[in-house]
């Protein structure tokens, strides 16, 4: 599969060029609104010039993001129909694609001549690891959640895009307790997992947190504060996709202890890790369960910097 390498973005026709992104990532030279407009109408109502005078949409509007985010994958990466419900995670494609990216990095593209195989734990209704992984390497996937409706969504995703049917496979994780547990087969092997994990610890702390990031995006804008007081969550996010008891420092735990048990299975688990500060602990857990290599892979994306966390017992 090859993507579209033909874009190109500056000051005076789209947004100015972003540092720090994977060399392989698409998305590098900032988004060319003039030409995503030009190939998807749909997009022009929520491009407006921001304080700067730079071209840009409102990211804090869900509906923004997603109008985007469908023209972003059919234009780069072939994926035709993308869509989410209502309320459901909304997730910006150039920081997931460089996650994507950052794995091939790690499992060593001279393994190309078999096929890499990725689990992907909570897909959500967006499944946009397994989409990727698909359409830039042609991975073999696998996507869990335990949403039903979620899987539901993504399955119509790949009804729409048959050359996806051989290569994403959905399972559904009927016990919240456990994460690999029911997902990984006997005598299965991955290459690599990959999680983003729900990093609140309640719904009214996600809540709390939207409204920061609404802020953020307004100064970045050049607004003191969102003028908007809203519930709504920015980028969407159904319960289980953004918040879990405990956090994403808990999540984490049980991830990392769960890994270990199917140590043999999968070459290398990974997960993005939100804060910092649950970073250290992770990595003394990893260390204290046997880990023979801990990798902490930093990913920028214009002032936004996220860590991934990638381990192996092998």
Known sequence: MTVNTHHRSDKSRGTPVRKGLHPKNLHNQGYDFPALVKSHPALA?????????????????????????????????NIVDWDIPEGALCPPIPGRADYIHCMADLVGL????????????????????????????????????????????VATIITN????????????QHDKNHIFEGIIQPGEFFDVSVCNPPF?????EALKGNQRKLNNLARNRGEQKAQTQS???????????LWCKGGEQLFLKKLIRESQVYSTQCRWFSSLVSKADNVKPAKKLIRKLGAVEIRE??????????????????
Not at 231 to 240: C, E, Q
Request: glycine letters at 8%; one cysteine or more; a neutral charge.
């Open 45 to 77: 109502p929520y491009v407006k010039p921001n304080a700067y005078g730079d071209l840009t949409i409102d990211f804090s509007d869900p509906l923004a993001v997603k109008t985007l985010n469908a023209e972003l994958l059919k234009r780069y990466y």
């Open 200 to 204: 609140h610890a309640s719904l009214d």
């Open 297 to 314: 892979i930093e990913m920028k994306q214009g002032n936004k910097v996220t860590r991934v966390l990638a381990w192996t017992f092998m």
């Open 231 to 241: 519930p709504t969550l920015n980028f969407g996010g159904l319960g289980a996709e």
């Open 110 to 153: 001279g393994h190309e001549q078999r096929s890499i195989k990725l689990l992907d734990i909570g897909t959500g209704a967006n499944g946009i690891y397994p989409l990727l992984a698909c359409q830039i390497y042609g991975w073999q996937c696998v996507g869990s959640d335990i949403n039903a409706q979620s899987l539901e969504n």
């Open 161 to 172: 895009n048959p050359t996806l049917k051989d290569r994403f496979t959905l399972r559904r």
